[in-house]
């Protein structure tokens, strides 16, 4: 037999280096003590975020794809249109051409019926006349006897034809002139009419200018005439308190002036006090010294009162600290003997579980077997 190199098959080996990089991943992401106390796998959430981020990209450029490939279907839908078109166009035109060219009428087989050739020969052939016989005959006599009065008459149908086309014809340009100079006439009489519009409106505008002029003025005339009456009139009241300014109590100081009924003292009038009413005022005062310098001297009291009874309570005070920490004192010294107690005992019990109880302490193989997969 024949050695052939055949190519290794790597595909398993591939998955199971791929089942393992991802069980390592795995491993990590669930015995990463981290994310599992707290409860928040940040790694996973970015890599939805990206994988969620990149698909939408992948999402935008396959919808930018397709419509630049259904633009480039269009433009090619149309290029194709406009060349088929053209292509169209072209096979009429040589089809027009052959026709021209290949399919004239007198290079029929009947040329020389329908094409007015009787009397020739059709074929030119070389050999005399006189030698053809009765079967080489071409024209009849009398064969197509109203050749003439058809030809005429069909001459006579293609000029009255042309008559009525060209009636036709001047007819449509006499109707565009007409209704060229109606359009002309009608674009005239609208910028006559427009013309005159505006006219009219500066008139208006100008006449409504001349009437605001007028009432401003008129408006202007009152408001001067109103403030020479307020002016007169300020005067004139003016005058009529200066006159009675100087004729008043207040400036002739009449002492009888201030006095009002019933006792009562016309301030805007009064000059001043007399000499009882300043004795009485003073008395008075006095008398108010006298009562609130007693009034000091009995708060002066009652605040040294109060002094000596903060003191004593702030004596009372210190006691009963001094008495509580003598007492926090003691409590702190039996603390400490039952804690010292306490330790003692916690020694005695750890001896007895490290030298007595536990005597087979585990290695470190033992706890390598637990946590080994993530399943």
Partial sequence: MYKVD??????????????????????????????????????????????????????????????????????????S????????????????????TCQRPEDSRDADLTCGRQGALALNLAI????????????????????????????????????????????????????????????????????????????ARKAE???LTNFNLFLAQER???????????????????????????LTERPEA??????????????GMTAEQRSAILREQERQRLEKEKQRELELQTEREWDQERLEQARALQEQERRARELDRRRRLEMDKYNQQLAQEQRQHQQYLDKQLYTNQPSARYFTQFNTSSR
């Fill in 258 to 271: 201030s006095e009002g009924p019933a006792g009562l003292v016309l301030t805007d009038r009064w000059r």
């Fill in 81 to 100: 249109q406009h060349e088929d078109e053209k292509r169209r166009r072209e096979l009429m035109q040589d089809l027009v051409r052959y026709r021209a």
């Fill in 209 to 211: 200018r001349l009437a």
């Fill in 128 to 203: 005399p006349e006189s030698q053809l016989g009765p079967a080489s005959m071409q024209v009849f006599q009398g064969e197509d006897l109203g050749e003439k009065e058809r030809k005429r008459a069909q001459k006579e149908e293609t000029e009255r034809q042309l008559r009525a086309q060209k009636e036709d014809m001047e007819k449509l340009r006499n109707w565009q002139k007409h209704q060229e100079v109606l359009q002309d006439k009608y674009m005239v009489q609208e910028d006559l009419r427009s013309a005159h519009l505006q006219a009219l409106d500066e008139e």
């Fill in 6 to 79: 055949l190519p290794v098959d790597n595909s398993a080996a591939l998955a199971v280096e791929r089942r393992r990089a991802a069980e390592a991943e795995r491993k990590s992401r669930i015995f990463n003590a981290r994310n599992r106390v707290i409860g928040l796998d940040l790694q996973s959430l970015d890599r939805q975020v990206a994988e969620k981020k990149q698909r939408e990209d992948v999402q935008k450029e396959c919808q930018t794809a397709y419509d630049a490939l259904r633009v480039a279907n269009d433009q090619m839908l149309q290029s």
């Fill in 224 to 250: 001067a005439a109103k403030e020479r009456s307020e002016h007169e009139k300020d005067v004139g009241m003016s005058m009529t308190e200066i006159h009675h300014m100087v004729t008043s109590d207040l």
